[in-house]
């Protein structure tokens, strides 16, 4: 898991933002393969389901023409809102950006790769976005459910709801 979702996750686990209630997640990258950029949405959405911590309510998901652009749009059961922008289009190849805003009942806290000032640490190199993502098998067939259900909320212009 990368760093900056380490720390996320530990502000989270201090209850130093109390409750979240919305996150947003953007990455613009360069990718060289499709399944690429389907562990780029897995590692993302590993993240942010452990940031909401509260199952999934509904998924509305977009793509632009080429499969590279992506706007996922879930809500989860306890209300709280997020938005995922993965950007893996021609123009973002050689480089990346990052960014991450996770609101909580008790503050906010941004991450944003490009800002000298934000978090940083020596292995945010120049080139593309590598996706630190590891999974349980167990864990890899709910977020290769999840994608699945995204890529038909798109194909079929829907909404997508979970449980009952």
């Given at each position: 898991?990368k760093?900056?979702?380490?720390?996320?996750?530990?502000?989270?686990?201090?209850?130093?933002l109390?409750?979240?209630?919305?996150?947003?997640y953007?990455?613009?990258?360069?990718?060289?393969?499709?399944?690429?950029?389907?562990?780029?949405?897995?590692?993302?959405?590993?993240?942010?389901?452990?940031?909401h911590?509260?199952?999934?309510?509904?998924?509305?998901?977009?793509?632009e023409?080429?499969?590279?652009?992506?706007?996922?749009?879930?809500?989860?059961?306890n209300?709280?809102l997020?938005?995922?922008?993965?950007?893996?289009?021609?123009?973002?190849?050689?480089?990346?950006?990052?960014?991450?805003?996770?609101?909580?009942?008790?503050?906010?806290?941004?991450?944003?790769s490009?800002?000298?000032?934000?978090?940083?640490?020596?292995?945010?190199?120049?080139?593309?976005?590598?996706?630190?993502?590891?999974?349980?098998?167990?864990?890899?067939?709910?977020?290769?459910?999840?994608?699945?259900?995204?890529?038909?909320?798109?194909?079929?212009?829907e909404t997508i709801?979970?449980?009952?």
């Amino acid at each position: 898991m990368k760093m900056e979702h380490q720390a996320i996750l530990q502000q989270i686990q201090m209850d130093q933002l109390g409750s979240v209630t919305f996150s947003r997640y953007d990455l613009a990258t360069g990718i060289e393969t499709q399944a690429q950029l389907e562990l780029m949405l897995k590692e993302a959405l590993q993240f942010l389901l452990l940031c909401h911590q509260s199952p999934l309510e509904t998924v509305y998901g977009s793509y632009e023409a080429e499969h590279h652009i992506y706007l996922i749009t879930m809500q989860f059961k306890n209300q709280s809102l997020c938005n995922l922008f993965i950007d893996a289009s021609d123009a973002n190849q050689q480089n990346y950006q990052k960014q991450i805003e996770i609101v909580g009942t008790k503050g906010l806290y941004q991450y944003n790769s490009a800002d000298r000032r934000g978090f940083s640490s020596n292995f945010i190199l120049p080139g593309n976005y590598q996706v630190d993502y590891q999974e349980a098998s167990l864990e890899n067939i709910g977020l290769s459910n999840l994608v699945f259900q995204i890529k038909e909320s798109i194909k079929n212009n829907e909404t997508i709801t979970f449980g009952g």
